[in-house]
């Protein structure tokens, strides 16, 4: 019972943390997205909540329809979401 107690208090306090800290760490960690992109951190695309292949499976399902088209010229974004996840 009081280690379930001391949990949650301690996962209250992480959230609580991590509210405060984002509003000074997002200015920071958008900067360095914006100008590492391809070489960014996880943790930098997790706290952003950027998805991509690392975090997100159905991210490898659109990189392989992607990568069965021939002569494709252009650019894709993936937009939609339902619940969370991606509309393929």
Known sequence: ??????????IYL????????????YPVLTTLYRNFYNTCPEFVLS???I?????????????RIIDKIE????NIIECGTYQGDSLI
């Open 14 to 25: 992480y959230k609580i943390l991590y509210r405060h800290l984002r509003v000074f760490l």
């Open 51 to 63: 998805a991509n292949s690392n975090n997100r499976e159905d991210f490898n399902t659109i990189i």
């Open 1 to 10: 019972m009081l280690i379930n107690k001391t949990r949650s208090a301690v």
């Open 47 to 49: 706290s952003l909540e």
């Open 71 to 74: 002569n494709f010229n252009g």
